[in-house]
């Protein structure tokens, strides 16, 4: 059973820092990875999307790498600002038809002004 | 707009008396789905869909039932609810190109089960 991980669970951080979002998955036939923010008590809102055969994405001031032999991907986020505070998940799809999606209990990021 | 609409936003209900959220997406895709989320545990899969006429069950389906019948609807349905399915609901969809391609999700249901 694919099981996502990630950490640190909570990071704050002040306004300007670069920082790194880690999500690990113990299974590594995966036909995508997708990030999301949430924000308090709101819906989901997708970042980046990942497919396997790719080795990074990039947005704006978000960049997503994907290693799939190590079961890794982080995200990374330059001079970061007191609107990027949220919650971050990352969710892997598996491969070979089977589309049963896990999602990571999330990291909560706090930017301070 | 594309986008994934659910109903109601909010719903307060009492042990047994059946539900049904609905769920609707504008954009043709062929994957629906649902999910739950609660404090501690993240969101976890209720079930998902392919197409019309086929669902499957995601890591979470007891106490729940979905149909397809149409590709842009999905709802989900709970026939006797408990207190332990007070949750954040939240439908999803995407394109199934290429193993699947980005969900969008809807804006949440949050139910309370008396």
């Known amino acids: 059973k694919q099981e996502v991980t990630q950490i640190p669970a909570a990071l704050s951080v002040p306004e300007g820092e670069n920082l790194v979002l880690n999500c690990s998955f113990t299974?590594?036939?995966?036909?995508?990875l997708q990030w999301f923010r949430q924000d308090p008590g709101k819906g989901l809102t997708s970042l980046l999307l990942i497919q396997s055969s790719q080795r990074e994405q990039t947005s704006g001031r978000l960049n997503a790498s994907l290693d799939k032999s190590s079961g890794r991907s982080t995200l990374y986020i330059a001079a970061s600002q007191p609107g990027d505070s949220a919650t971050y998940l990352c969710a892997v799809r598996p491969g070979g038809g089977y589309q049963k999606v896990t999602f990571g209990i999330g990291t909560k990021l706090q930017v301070i002004p | 707009e594309a986008q994934v609409t659910q109903n109601p936003r909010y719903l307060i209900t009492v042990t047994g008396k059946k539900l049904t959220v609905t769920c609707s997406q504008n954009?043709?895709?062929?994957?629906m789905s649902w999910y739950r989320q609660d404090p501690g545990l993240g969101l976890r899969q209720i079930y998902y869909s392919m197409n019309v006429e086929v669902t499957d069950k995601g890591d979470v389906p007891e106490g729940y039932k979905v149909s397809r019948k149409e590709k842009r609807n999905f709802p989900l349905i709970l026939e006797s609810p408990s207190p332990n399915q007070t949750s954040l609901y939240f439908c999803?969809?995407?394109?199934?190109?290429?193993?699947?391609?980005?969900?969008?999700f809807g804006p949440g249901t949050r139910l309370l089960v008396l």
């Open positions: 299974d590594s036939a995966i036909y995508n």
């Open positions: 954009m043709n895709h062929e994957y």
């Open positions: 999803a969809s995407s394109p199934l190109f290429a193993g699947g391609g980005t969900q969008y």
